[in-house]
């Protein structure tokens, strides 16, 4: 008798056991599509958001883009900062300079070299000024060679520290071009992240065309921004590759 009263009551409990299952199926579908709804809300809200900002990274819809753009442009600015002490038009200013002054001292040298060569008179005193001329040129052009020796070895490292800064910069504006071509396959699949296109033409359909129509509306705008961009890349590029080049010539200057 109690096996049989145990039976009849797990017979029983199979429906709502049954009934429980469908409630928690309902359930899980209904979180699934609220969650579909707010991601496809968020990344509204984020063209929007990004449509709005100024400049900076933030205007860039994609979080991991973001954060590419943040850890390269850190990067660069580590480099710019390195490279700061390396101006090409000082270097080879100075170069110039002490290749004059090497030039002048050279030529006093060999004309106080000739005079006491030329001295055959007893005069010692004579003499050691004679010998103390050659001398003090000679350390001159000793001192100027020396600056000239460091002025090349500072333009070398300058030239590995520009095209850093080249290098860096370039990877930036790389990223930022990723983030164009990124917004513009938006563009051609704004489903993605609006929603699928309501079958009925009812208030929903009414919505998602409005949706649409900001969606497009940020992304165009987005667009802009970026490209608008792009001119300061490429002048900071420049900037860099102009310095490279400028201290590459002032290593040939001899």
């Known amino acids: 008798m109690k096996n049989l009263k145990s039976s009849i009551s797990t017979t029983r409990s199979i429906p709502n056991l049954l009934e ?98 030329a001295y055959k008179g007893d005069d010692s005193s004579k003499k050691s000024a004679l010998e103390r001329e050659v001398k003090k040129h000679e350390d001159d052009l000793e001192e100027i060679e020396d600056k000239l020796e460091n002025l090349n070895r500072k333009m070398k490292d300058g030239i590995t520290k520009w095209e850093a800064v080249a290098d860096a910069r370039i990877r930036v504006r790389e990223v930022w071009q990723e983030a164009y071509d990124e917004v513009d396959d938006a563009e051609d699949d704004p489903e993605e992240h609006i929603g699928d296109e309501p079958d009925d033409e009812d208030d929903a359909h009414d919505q998602w065309e409005k949706d649409l129509a900001n969606f497009k509306r940020y992304t165009a705008r987005i667009k802009q921004k970026i490209k608008a961009g792009y001119r300061t890349h490429d002048e900071e590029i420049k900037v860099a590759e102009d310095a490279v080049i400028k201290l590459e010539q002032g290593l040939r200057l001899r």
């Open 20 to 117: 429980l299952l469908k409630i928690k199926k309902i359930l899980f579908i209904m979180l699934f599509l609220c969650g579909s709804i707010a991601v496809n809300s968020q990344n509204l809200s984020q063209f929007k958001y990004s449509s709005e900002q100024s400049k900076g990274r933030k205007i860039i819809p994609f979080a991991d883009l973001q954060g590419a753009v943040k850890t390269l442009h850190d990067v660069q600015v580590t480099k710019q900062k390195a490279a700061a002490g390396y101006n090409s038009a000082n270097l080879v200013r100075d170069k110039k300079l002490y290749l004059g002054y090497q030039e002048d001292v050279i030529r006093y040298l060999a004309t106080a070299a000739r005079e006491l060569s």
